[in-house]
């Protein structure tokens, strides 16, 4: 079992900057890949970035260049650096942890953490 724990959401105004943090229960050298997702108010939750085991990483298309996704492999921390956020980045922010073997994909998720862009 992957526990996954979200902090650093709030209150921001636009152009401002957050640091999300997930800390996992695990060590994140085990999992395949970890991202963060968000999900707004009547609408699909959606891939903002992604961070595989290799180093790699993957945005979604409205966060490429405003957004990093990092990680501590001492801490068993994953981040994602937030910058010049709009009122179109408010969402509830989703951790998740991706387990791939044998053909299938076992996702953990954390709890979530609001942020919220005033304009």
């Known amino acids: 079992q992957v526990q996954l724990v979200e902090s650093g959401g709030g209150l921001v105004q636009a152009g401002g900057s957050l640091r999300l943090s997930c800390a996992v229960s695990?060590?994140?050298?085990?999992?395949?890949?970890m991202g963060w997702y968000r999900q707004a108010p009547g609408k699909q939750r959606e891939l903002v970035a992604v961070?595989?085991?290799?180093?790699?990483?993957n945005y979604g298309d409205s966060v490429k260049g405003r957004f990093t996704i990092s990680r501590d492999d001492v801490k068993n921390t994953v981040y994602l650096q937030m910058n010049s956020l709009s009122p179109e980045d408010t969402a509830v922010y989703y951790c998740?942890?991706?387990?791939?073997?044998?053909?299938?994909?076992?996702?953990?998720w954390g709890q979530g953490t609001q942020v919220t862009v005033s304009s």
């Open positions: 998740n942890a991706a387990l791939l073997g044998l053909g299938l994909r076992k996702d953990y």
């Open positions: 695990i060590s994140i050298n085990s999992i395949n890949a």
């Open positions: 961070i595989m085991s290799s180093g790699s990483t």
